[in-house]
């Protein structure tokens, strides 16, 4: 059996590849001077020590410590510095692997990340296109119904109604349903989400619902930009009151409950990128905002099961991050 290698010279595997640990020359500068220093003491010792000198008794004892007590001081030195130069090698060698490594890692990190864009953005578009056809499929099948007369809309006894100049559709659309409400601010599952996507289509006919969506859709997809992506959190559901407390103006620690979200790396990038980016900072506040005004009008009429839903949906989710971080519940 052949004899095995010691440890210090193997391979060792490292995420970079093989570190060998280079081989120490038999014979060194070091090793050299100290040599050269030690035959010149032996022969200084034999000159003036050895042969001038009866040695008798105990003489013969400390001319021996005279002779060799200096070599070996001199091997002490040298061994000394010998490994004085080899743990600097070291951890040069080591730095030069850290250093690696670490550059490694970041080339890594940057091309998950421009890997990773395209694919956002092919996802956003390809749930656009499906919208817009969606759209062009609902707008074709309202042709073939009878319009009804220019001004005039239908009342409850049948009779017809003459708008006044300058009234929108939007002012005698009929109310959003809560259900369809709390549908569209969750958005679309997936590109199959046919309820998904007429709840969001009924939401963005309203004004005010429009523009609550069209907020969060802004921070949704600058959170995406981190990573942070509302279904991957799982924050502490508030009670229905804490979120009727807030509706009526509490702030602060009465209603800190609402900020549920315990996901410290999230956290910290929002909050970094809330402090460098001025785009990010302006659409947060303007999605909470438009959320304070949302939870004021939703509130008195919603009963405790529509404020639980509510919770559970992605805008009231980034709400809960992006107000934790703006300091709305301290």
């Not at 001319?63 to 061994?79: E, G, R, Y």
């Not at 809560?178 to 709840?199: C, K, M, S, W, Y």
């Given at each position: 059996m052949s004899e095995s290698t010691p440890e210090h010279e193997t391979e060792r595997p490292t995420p970079i590849g093989m570190y060998d640990r280079p081989a120490e020359p038999t014979l060194t500068e070091i090793e050299i001077a100290s040599i050269v220093l030690?035959?010149?003491?032996?022969?200084?010792?034999?000159?003036?020590?050895?042969?001038?000198?009866?040695?008798?008794?105990?003489?013969?004892?400390?001319?021996?410590?005279?002779?060799?007590?200096?070599?070996?001081?001199?091997?002490?030195?040298?061994?000394?510095?010998?490994?004085?130069?080899?743990?600097?090698?070291?951890?040069?060698?080591?730095?030069?692997?850290?250093?690696?490594?670490?550059?490694?890692?970041i080339a890594q990190q940057q091309r998950a990340s421009s890997g990773y864009e395209p694919n956002v953005s092919k996802k956003l578009d390809e749930i656009v296109e499906t919208a817009k056809k969606t759209e062009s499929t609902l707008a074709t099948f309202s042709t073939h119904r009878t319009q009804p007369v220019r001004g005039k809309i239908p009342n409850a006894n049948g009779d017809q109604t003459t708008l006044e100049l300058g009234?929108?559709?939007?002012?005698?659309?009929?109310?959003?349903?809560?259900?369809?409400?709390?549908?569209?601010?969750?958005?679309?599952?997936?590109?199959?989400?046919?309820?998904?996507?007429?709840?969001?289509?009924?939401?963005l006919k309203d004004r005010k619902t429009a523009q609550l969506v069209q907020a969060s859709q802004d921070v949704l997809t600058l959170l995406s930009q981190e990573g942070i992506y509302m279904d991957d959190l799982r924050p502490d559901m508030a009670r229905p009151e804490i979120w009727r407390q807030f509706a009526q103006g509490s702030r602060g620690r009465a209603v800190a409950a609402l900020g549920g979200i315990r996901d410290r790396s999230s956290l910290a990038l929002t909050s970094a990128r809330m402090k460098q980016d001025p785009i990010f900072r302006d659409a947060a506040h303007h999605f909470l905002r438009r959320f304070d005004h949302m939870i004021i009008e939703f509130e008195p009429e919603a009963s405790d099961a529509d404020l639980t839903a509510l919770g559970d949906t992605r805008t009231a989710r980034a709400f809960m991050l992006l107000g934790r971080v703006a300091g709305t519940f301290d």
């Open positions: 030690s035959l010149i003491w032996l022969v200084v010792s034999v000159v003036f020590l050895v042969l001038p000198g009866k040695i008798e008794g105990g003489g013969f004892v400390v001319t021996l410590l005279a002779v060799f007590m200096p070599i070996a001081m001199i091997w002490v030195a040298a061994t000394a510095l010998r490994a004085s130069r080899i743990m600097r090698e070291e951890s040069a060698r080591l730095q030069s692997s850290i250093d690696a490594i670490r550059n490694a890692l009234t929108q559709a939007e002012d005698i659309a009929p109310p959003l349903g809560t259900d369809v409400f709390i549908r569209a601010l969750n958005f679309p599952e997936t590109q199959e989400d046919t309820e998904g996507f007429n709840a969001l289509r009924l939401a």
